[in-house]
């Protein structure tokens, strides 16, 4: 008796020694693998998820129309500012522009879930706050400062919410589209987690373009503005918050400092969105991704 005890014992501890060293197989030598595992594991349920949502349809009598605001005044006030000769080439591309921008925030700007919120949010206001207050802020700071500075350099562009189907995940993630009119497209721009994304060819794709990607399984390709990033780890994290998108009607200066208009949001058909309040709702992606008529003001 005493005798399988011990037995029964020695397997025992045989066991957990043995599961000890799976753990930490599994803990420090396999850990890529497995961490790559998982992470596509979450991806294919997040794009499931895309592909099970309603499809988009035309609304031709939608009312809302989207209008891109420029003030010479107020862009050479920034451009002066933070001095954008020195940072782009005039004679540049409009997408090599943009990266240069996108680039010079996420320099500067580092992620984080800043503790006292800027009062004041503008281009300006939110480089001073950094200086002074906190040195990181979130995606949203990101892209309205990327934003205004893309605006000073008169480029076209839009800060756009993309979020979950889940009304419980409270995280979303917000970038900047950028208008390429050499190309007729948007492409998307994102100076917080310091990344774009492009076909294999190494075109720049726009929010719309990645999520006809990922539901229809197609290969993309992760170009870094800085270091180096897990490119699965971001096209998973992008196929939750590809589900629907908000931005404002109207673009310009200071749209978060006064926060006048409206807020158009896309929506699957048959999906109601949450923490809507007033927005437009449209589940017309042709239009909402049409391309911009420019309206300037002096």
Not at 81 to 100: E, G, H, I
Request: glycine letters at 4%; a negative charge; one cysteine or more.
């Amino acid at each position: 008796m005493k005798k399988a005890l011990k037995i029964a014992g020695i397997v025992l501890l045989s066991l957990i020694g043995l599961l000890l060293v799976l753990f930490l197989l599994i803990r420090f030598v396999f850990r890529e693998e497995a961490v790559d595992y998982l992470t596509g594991l979450q991806k294919e349920q997040r794009t499931e998820l895309l592909r099970s949502a309603g499809p988009y349809a035309a609304e031709p009598d939608a009312d809302y129309r989207f209008t891109y605001i420029q003030d010479t005044a107020r862009a050479r006030e920034i451009h002066d500012y933070f001095r954008l000769d020195t940072l782009v080439d005039p004679a540049a591309a409009t997408w090599d522009k943009a990266r240069a921008l996108a680039t010079f925030v996420a320099e500067n700007i580092p992620h984080a879930n800043q503790k006292v919120h800027p009062k004041v949010r503008n281009a300006t206001a939110l480089w001073e706050y950094t200086r002074t207050v906190e040195p990181a802020f979130n995606c949203r700071l990101h892209a309205i400062l990327l934003h205004e500075l893309l605006l000073a350099e008169g480029i076209t562009n839009r800060f756009v919410t993309c979020l979950p189907a889940d009304s419980l995940d409270s995280d979303c993630h917000v970038v900047n589209v950028v208008w390429l009119p050499e190309h007729r497209k948007w492409a998307m721009i994102d100076s917080d987690m310091q990344s774009w994304v492009a076909s294999p060819e190494g075109e720049p794709l726009s929010l719309e373009e990645m999520r006809q990607r990922t539901v229809a399984g197609e290969p993309m390709t992760v170009h870094r503005l800085l270091g180096t990033r897990d490119p699965e780890n971001y096209l998973s994290y992008w196929a939750k918050n590809l589900y629907w998108f908000m931005c404002w009607e109207q673009t310009g200066y200071d749209k978060e400092v006064e926060y006048e208009g409206r807020v158009i949001a896309l929506l699957p058909a048959g999906f109601d969105g949450f923490k809507l309040n007033e927005a437009v709702r449209t589940s017309d992606d042709a239009r909402f991704w049409a391309a911009p008529d420019t309206d300037t003001t002096f």
